[in-house]
């Protein structure tokens, strides 16, 4: 199962409507973009591996006293339609992960007998807390990852960050023009910090002209 995955962070309504529970700043400018990825995907047979916030009262990262850096108001919990993905970035026959530990041969045996998309529960910013995370990248092994989706210094981090440990060789391909962050001035840090550990950075116009997987890395050296 080799090939290039995109991988969708958290597209949800909570996160990318002005009137969601925590939206994102500015995240309703990337929508387009979005949607532009998703249907390049669908039409091209890209998988989509996507996460999105599952959430309970009690969940550690929900707190009516945040501190907006490791807890936050209450958002997507389970159910509501603000845990919904939006329309724009909606999965093709998704196979649903939730974060309970599977026998690791069972779930690999689901993943090569399904043709779909897969959506990814999580209860805490960190999509590798689900433990089926590693075994589907494992068993999917990607050839390259195009990550987009948010928010950049929060679930996007430790997606790529995450990755990076695990599988270090791995191309990852962040598409700037498709991220928005919660705190704009962490951004740029993560980004230096990102090209120092060989991510690459792309836009929406160079992944769906095919342009990101022979762009070298020459220009974040």
């Known amino acids: 199962m080799s090939g290039g995955i995109f991988w969708d962070v958290d597209t949800q309504y909570d996160f990318m409507r002005a009137d969601g529970l925590l939206y994102v700043p500015d995240a309703?400018?990337?929508?387009?973009?979005?949607?532009?990825?998703t249907d390049h995907a669908h039409s091209h047979g890209v998988r989509i591996v996507a996460s999105a916030d599952d959430h309970l009262p009690g969940h550690r990262e929900l707190s009516?006293?945040?501190?907006?850096?490791?807890?936050?108001?209450?958002?997507c919990l389970r159910g509501t339609p603000g845990q919904a993905k939006i329309p724009e970035t909606?999965?093709?026959d998704p196979l649903?992960?939730?974060?309970?530990?599977t026998d690791p041969r069972a779930l690999a045996a689901r993943l090569r007998a399904h043709g779909g998309d897969i959506l990814l529960h999580k209860h805490w910013f960190d999509v590798f807390t689900n433990p089926?995370?590693?075994i589907i990248v494992e068993t999917l092994a990607p050839e390259r990852?195009?990550?987009y989706g948010v928010a950049t210094d929060v679930c996007d981090r430790y997606a790529i960050d995450g990755l990076r440990v695990r599988w270090p060789r791995l191309p990852i391909f962040a598409v700037t023009d498709a991220m928005k962050?919660?705190?704009?001035?962490a951004a740029e840090r993560l980004f230096a910090a990102w090209r120092a550990q060989g991510v690459r950075f792309t836009t929406t116009d160079d992944v769906l002209a095919g342009?990101?997987?022979?762009t070298p890395a020459e220009s974040h050296a």
């Open 28 to 37: 309703e400018s990337i929508i387009p973009n979005l949607r532009r990825l």
């Open 64 to 75: 009516d006293a945040p501190d907006w850096t490791a807890t936050f108001p209450p958002h």
């Open 90 to 92: 909606a999965l093709r």
């Open 96 to 101: 649903v992960i939730e974060p309970d530990p």
């Open 132 to 134: 089926n995370t590693a």
């Open 145 to 147: 990852v195009v990550l």
């Open 181 to 185: 962050p919660i705190h704009a001035d």
């Open 211 to 214: 342009r990101h997987t022979a």
